[in-house]
T-cell receptor
Framework: ETGVTQTPRHLVMGMTNKKSLKCEQH?????MYWYKQSAKKPLELMFV???????ENNSVPSRFSPECPNSSHLFLHLHTLQPEDSALYLC??????????????FGPGTRLTVL | SQKIEQNSEALNIQEGKTATLTCNYT??????LQWYRQDPGRGPVFLLL?????KEKRKERLKVTFDTTLKQSLFHITASQPADSATYLC???????????FGKGTRLSVIA
């Protein structure tokens, strides 16, 4: 138990659906992250929020839309996804982005399947 | 260009031996380097952090070295056990208020 929870743990959706992934951290951290990890591939950083402000968007398609209403919660809104978006979506948090303060604590992930 | 490389995609060793994993980087000047463990279908778990002015860090059966001249970190697991089988990721803390940069990982299999 890392103090970072993600819901749902598994999600199957059609290409025309709209769904949201939720992440919550109970660590008092100020930075939160979304990563994508496809099967047997490395982590791909998608979005970073620091003190509720988005600081990174790594050329992520607009069908993925993040939302960070406060420092404890992070959402990833999904719409009109493609089958190649099927992956493990991981949320992480860290104290902040400062050097030495950015050790990341990951949630268990949401396994997403797009049909 | 900036690169972070972990020596091999997969490493097989026999139980009881020491596993050594390598992380090399170019065109970075990290203040810290971190190592994580990831089991299949789960998020990575933080293991150890080493600062640029530290040569070595230990935690139980784990040892990490950091050579800023060679631009390399070595991660050792002594007396390895099948339960140590996982993917191990190194991550650079490049300072300047930026996120960690993760390597692709090395998948370690410890064979009984």
């Amino acid at each position: 138990e890392t103090g970072v929870t993600q819901t749902p743990r598994h999600l199957v959706m059609g290409m025309t659906n709209k769904k949201s992934l939720k992440c919550e951290q109970h660590l008092g951290h100020n930075a939160m992250y979304w990563y994508k990890q496809s099967a047997k591939k490395p982590l791909e950083l998608m979005f970073v929020y620091n003190f509720k402000e988005q600081t990174e968007n790594n050329s992520v398609p607009s069908r993925f839309s993040p939302e960070c209403p406060n420092s404890s919660h992070l959402f990833l809104h999904l719409h009109t996804l493609q089958p190649e978006d099927s992956a493990l979506y991981l949320c992480a948090s860290s104290q902040d982005l400062s050097s030495g303060g950015n050790t990341q604590y990951f949630g268990p992930g949401t396994r997403l399947t797009v049909l | 260009s900036q690169k972070i490389e972990q020596n091999s995609e997969a490493l097989n060793i026999q139980e009881g031996k020491t596993a050594t994993l390598t992380c090399n980087y170019t065109n970075y000047s990290p203040a810290y380097l971190q190592w994580y463990r990831q089991d299949p279908g789960r998020g990575p778990v933080f293991l150890l952090l080493i600062r640029e002015n530290e040569k070595e860090k230990r935690k139980e059966r784990l040892k990490v070295t950091f050579d800023t001249t060679l631009k390399q970190s070595l991660f050792h697991i002594t007396a390895s056990q099948p339960a140590d089988s996982a993917t191990y990721l190194c991550a650079l803390d490049t300072s300047g208020n930026t996120p960690l940069v993760f390597g692709k990982g090395t998948r370690l299999s410890v064979i009984a």
